[in-house]
């Protein structure tokens, strides 16, 4: 054996022994907080759940779209008990509005803010829950589910799950999807069959009208052409380069001859607009955005943020994918495209795929 692969080999020992005693320190800890009391080995009949609890502290803003399937689908299941929902933070609340939820808590969990989660930890105390589901798991879910009173408590199995879970499942990797693969687990919890899984923001008639009014005062007379909207902001390896967006606006504003309104999405980090965009739009209210993003034909996005938004409420939407997978993260639902290629995209091919002229 070489000496690089003695090195290896001894690193990878290394790193499994520091896991174990992690997850070690990791069980001791739930165990401390309450760790399983008070669970059932008895899994609940769907009929006899009266209240259920999703817990999904997450601070990203796609991941929080991602949840949307998973929300709708535990409302179906459990038509006639009280669904609760828990995050990491108080602005995430606004997506999750008019799903029929009874309660949104926030956890505000981290060490800067311990005070406020131990009063969301007391006040969710207050009542016990028959069903507590854990769909993406992770340490700060499981701590928030070993402080909580449930009956049963459900998640896919990890070597910490059983620390605070009641039952939990094996990951089978049925879904590529990122927002899909935690529907596994409603599956296996319920012996069904896979479905044809819907997450929507959904928007009220008032929302809509008033984006309505706003695109119309933006735009002024210009209201009869086509127009489309575009976002640059994006996290690391997943920014275009502003010279590739500026060919994909020539693109099409070639394929309209020049007749057509260019909206730009502009936010806290991306504040000028590019040189081709005749139009602004900003809004710091993820409703209010995602609403005028509905109401303009057809918007352009990388792999961030507003495209899942846009996306979510069921806006026509252009994916641009350069580094991360579109299996696991695209855009889902029939008004939406992903491209990982952007230089060969094809403006009438892309308008005649999403059925818009």
């Known amino acids: 054996?070489?000496?690089?692969?003695?090195?290896?080999?001894?690193?990878?020992?290394?790193?499994?022994?520091?896991?174990?005693?992690?997850?070690?320190?990791?069980?001791?800890?739930?165990?401390?907080?309450?760790?399983?009391?008070?669970?059932?080995?008895?899994?609940?009949?769907p009929t006899e759940v009266k209240r259920v609890l999703i817990i999904?502290?997450?601070?990203?803003?796609g991941n929080m779209f991602f949840l949307l399937p998973f929300v709708n689908q535990v409302k179906a299941l459990y038509p006639n008990a009280e669904v609760e929902l828990i995050l990491s933070d108080p602005w995430q609340g606004s997506i999750f509005e008019n799903l029929g939820l009874s309660r949104i808590h926030f956890s505000q969990f981290g060490l800067k803010t311990i005070p406020q989660f131990s009063r969301a930890m007391k006040q969710l105390k207050q009542q016990p829950y028959d069903l507590v589901l854990l769909p993406y798991g992770g340490s700060s879910?499981?701590?928030?589910?070993?402080?909580?009173?449930a009956r049963n408590v459900v998640a896919f199995y990890g070597p910490a799950d059983a620390a605070v879970c009641s039952h939990t499942y094996k990951y089978q990797g049925r879904y590529a999807h990122f927002a899909l693969s935690c529907m596994e687990l409603l599956e296996q919890l319920h012996d069904a069959e896979p479905?044809?899984?819907?997450?929507?923001?959904?928007?009220?008639?008032?929302?809509?009208?008033?984006?309505?009014?706003?695109?119309?005062?933006?735009?002024?007379?210009?209201?009869?052409?086509?127009?489309?909207?575009?976002?640059?902001g994006a996290r690391g390896a997943k920014v275009i380069a502003d010279k590739d967006w500026q060919t994909l606006l020539v693109k099409f504003k070639q394929h309209y001859a020049g007749e057509v309104n260019i909206i730009e999405i502009l936010s806290p980090d991306v504040t000028e607009p590019l040189a081709e965009a005749e139009f602004t739009y900003?809004?710091?209210?993820?409703?209010?955005?995602?609403?005028?993003?509905?109401?303009?034909?057809?918007?352009?996005?990388?792999?961030?943020?507003?495209?899942?938004?846009?996306?979510?409420?069921?806006?026509?939407?252009?994916?641009?994918?350069?580094?991360?997978?579109?299996?696991?993260?695209g855009c889902l639902g029939e008004h939406a495209v992903n491209v990982t290629d952007l230089a060969a995209i094809d403006a009438g091919k892309l308008l005649e795929e999403l059925k818009l002229k």
Not at 10 to 33: H, M, N, Q, T, Y
Request: aromatic share 8%; charged share 25%; proline share 2%.
């Open 56 to 61: 999904r502290n997450n601070k990203r803003i």
């Open 195 to 232: 479905a044809e899984y819907v997450g929507r923001l959904i928007l009220s008639e008032s929302e809509q009208q008033e984006a309505r009014k706003q695109l119309q005062a933006l735009l002024g007379d210009n209201q009869a052409k086509p127009s489309f909207a575009y976002f640059r």
């Open 282 to 329: 900003s809004n710091g209210d993820l409703r209010k955005l995602a609403a005028f993003l509905q109401q303009v034909p057809l918007f352009f996005c990388g792999d961030t943020g507003p495209l899942h938004l846009a996306s979510s409420a069921g806006a026509y939407c252009v994916g641009l994918f350069t580094v991360t997978n579109v299996a696991q993260y």
């Open 141 to 149: 879910d499981r701590i928030v589910a070993s402080m909580v009173e």
């Open 1 to 45: 054996m070489s000496v690089i692969k003695k090195i290896r080999t001894a690193l990878r020992k290394f790193d499994g022994k520091r896991r174990e005693k992690s997850i070690g320190l990791e069980v001791w800890f739930l165990k401390l907080l309450g760790g399983r009391k008070g669970r059932t080995e008895r899994l609940l009949k």
